[in-house]
């Protein structure tokens, strides 16, 4: 069983920055698809960003666009979620995750595989 083991998160103001990871157990991270889901609070899950097996290709829902970034680094087994310009509605868990998929997934069945989750509280 793959371990995904998200840091990072914490209690910001808005305008801060946070650097979130996702470090797997093995090699997960450099085969699969991999992506960032929330859950703010009383919210549906949502799907941040995504990134392709190398890194060449992302993509970001439209709240975050130019503010956030996602990579990887496959060397190392971790992705990365850099979040700029935080705001109070970015507010929720961030999950990293895995994908079978070709493709970046736009929906969250093809994630099937999820870690713990970590915290990020953006206050105003």
């Known amino acids: 069983q793959v371990q995904l083991v998200e840091s990072g998160g914490g209690l910001v103001q808005a305008g801060d920055s946070l650097r979130l990871s996702c470090a797997a157990s093995?090699?997960?991270?450099?085969?699969?698809?991999m992506g960032w889901i929330r859950q703010a609070p009383g919210k549906e899950h949502e799907i941040v960003a995504g990134i392709d097996r190398s890194g060449s290709s992302t993509y970001y829902t439209n709240s975050v666009k130019g503010r956030f970034t996602i990579s990887r680094d496959n060397a190392k087994n971790t992705m990365y979620l850099q979040m700029n310009s935080l705001k109070p509605e970015d507010t929720g868990v961030y999950y990293c995750?895995?994908?079978?998929?070709?493709?970046?997934?736009?929906?969250?069945?093809?994630?099937?595989?999820w870690g713990q989750g970590t915290q990020v509280t953006v206050s105003s």
């Open positions: 093995d090699r997960t991270l450099s085969t699969q698809v």
């Open positions: 995750a895995t994908s079978r998929a070709a493709w970046i997934p736009t929906t969250l069945p093809s994630y099937y595989y």
